[in-house]
Nanobody, 123 residues
Framework: VQLQASGGGLVQAGGSLRLSCAAS????????MGWFRQAPGKEREFVTA????????YYADSVKGRFSISRDNAKNTVCLQMNSLKPEDTAVYYC?????????????????WGQGTLVTVSS
């Protein structure tokens, strides 16, 4: 399974970005999907996850109410809409997939990782 994330960039605080992740080489509609991020000098942290059907979603407290995850199984894509961005959201964002189709929140539960896309939020 290959995951290709895109949509990162530089944005001012309070702005919005939409990240996309395109999957290929597997059965996307069966995977649980997630987004993690890693800021410079920090450990990778969970951001959000969505179940195979899109019926279950889970968000880290730090992004709840500002970020929204969605998926389109017909297009093999998962998106992360990020609103009201803050400087502390600055990080490399990673798209990830789990063979187990449920919501997962720990990195070890994911089987496939994309290359990451950089999001920089200026103050």
């Amino acid at each position: 399974v290959q995951l290709q994330a895109s949509g990162g960039g530089l944005v001012q605080a309070g702005g919005s970005l939409r990240l996309s992740c395109a999957a290929s080489g597997g059965t996307f509609s069966t995977y649980g999907m997630g987004w993690f991020r890693q800021a410079p000098g920090k450990e990778r942290e969970f951001v959000t996850a969505i179940s195979w059907s899109g019926g279950s979603k889970y968000y880290a407290d730090s992004v709840k109410g500002r970020f929204s995850i969605s998926r389109d199984n017909a297009k093999n894509t998962v998106c992360l809409q990020m609103n009201s961005l803050k400087p502390e959201d600055t990080a490399v964002y990673y798209c990830t997939a789990a063979d187990r189709g449920l919501v997962q929140i720990y990195p070890k539960e994911y089987d496939y990782w994309g290359q990451g896309t950089l999001v920089t939020v200026s103050s």
